[in-house]
């Protein structure tokens, strides 16, 4: 029950993970595998705790990237400190190399981890208590063979997930509408969002973003680039359906400027993105401090990542638009956790487990290794 343990160990992997199809966004494709760098951290009395960095190169940075700043430049600030010391080794972490969210969450996760299995609490406990026992889950539709996605959502609907959102602006504007007027057509339960992925040009952006407004979605997320700060607040003006942002908000210091010029109308919250589980809780308070709205998005994660997020949004109130952990169930050939992360009913579950409430089978992390470290 001691957190006065010290960090005595310090292993990484550096996984590629087989996906079962190719999908498009805006700003880039993944297809084949994706890549995770998996931290595992051991305190002096045997326990130990698990974090993710899930990066995208065109969007948060690239696995080596994650992998180097965890080994040369993290490791040093970790082990043998203590495990009750994390508000001080985040600080640490956070001047000693720039950038690099995704390593930073996954230290985060880790230590979080590693404090919850030796106190036995899980890891919402840690960070502010549980205000929901489940998490509506939305799945992205973003296959460039449409076919392929029409057989995804028919699962889903046998599966009673109730969200999906539509990736757009990787094709061409035909495409986005067929799709639109598809799903409306043959799967008018499901509520549907869309997500550009910085994919329009300025030019385009505001005829065609109102002409998918015509489709009533829940919001439309991210239509141009993260800098256009310009067009986003031009084209929260002139549509009635909500604006999202993401990839223009990665942590609380955008966020102070997203409310500022008022580019949005709500904020996707990633720990990847902002750097870790605290940083996340605080861009969303941010948010509903400035009357938006927020949801827990993802990047391309293992079910261990979506344990992180699943922990952090069952501590967050003010993220009420539910999460987007579906690859370990619906787009990895196989996921690297012990147990199947948990969905029931298109709902994501929250454990009450100590710590994240589930393990990577280390097996599996060696089978797909690509490179290790201890």
């Known amino acids: 029950m001691d957190l006065r343990q010290c960090i005595i160990g310090f292993d990484l992997w550096h996984l590629a993970l087989p996906v079962v199809s190719a999908r498009d966004h805006g700003i880039g494709r993944v297809e084949g595998t994706c890549e995770v760098v998996v931290l595992r951290l051991t305190a002096e009395g045997g326990a130990q705790g698990f974090g993710e960095a899930s990066p995208w190169s065109v969007f948060t940075g690239t696995p080596e990237a994650s992998y180097a700043a965890l080994d040369r430049y993290l490791r040093p600030l970790v082990q043998g400190r203590r495990v009750g010391n994390r508000a001080a080794i985040m600080a640490d972490a956070a001047r000693a190399v720039a950038h690099c969210t995704e390593a930073k969450a996954a230290l985060e996760s880790a230590l979080l981890d590693l404090a919850g299995h030796i106190t036995c609490q899980p890891v919402w406990a840690l960070i502010g208590g549980k205000c929901r ?211 029931r009913d298109g709902q994501v579950v929250v454990p009450n487990g100590p710590g994240l409430g589930a393990r990577p089978d280390v097996g599996k992390l060696d089978h797909y290794n690509v490179r290790r470290a201890s």
């Open 133 to 343: 026992d489940t998490i509506p889950l939305s799945c992205s539709i973003a296959n460039p063979d449409f076919d392929a996605d029409i057989a995804l959502m028919q699962r889903l609907r046998e599966d009673k997930v109730g969200l999906i959102k539509l990736k757009t602006g990787f094709k061409d504007h035909a495409f986005d509408i067929m799709r639109l007027e598809r799903i409306a057509q043959d799967f008018p339960e499901f509520r549907v969002r869309v997500d550009y992925n910085q994919g329009l040009e300025p030019e385009q952006a505001i005829p065609q973003v109102l002409d998918v407004a015509r489709f009533k979605p829940d919001f439309i997320e991210q239509p141009v680039r993260h800098h256009h700060f310009d067009v986003m607040a031009r084209l929260r003006n002139v549509t009635d359906v909500p604006l999202l942002a993401d990839e223009s908000v990665f942590g609380p210091e955008d966020m102070v400027r997203a409310a500022r010029e008022g580019i949005c109308d709500g904020v996707s919250v990633k720990i990847m993105k902002a750097g870790g589980l605290t940083r996340g809780q605080t861009v969303a308070r941010m948010a509903a401090a400035n009357g938006m709205t927020a949801y827990g998005g993802d990047m391309f994660e293992t079910g261990l990542a979506h344990l992180a997020g699943t922990h952090m949004i069952a501590a967050t109130p003010e993220i009420t638009l539910g999460c987007e952990f579906y690859q370990a169930t619906y787009y990895l050939k196989e996921d690297i956790l012990e147990t199947p992360f948990q969905v």
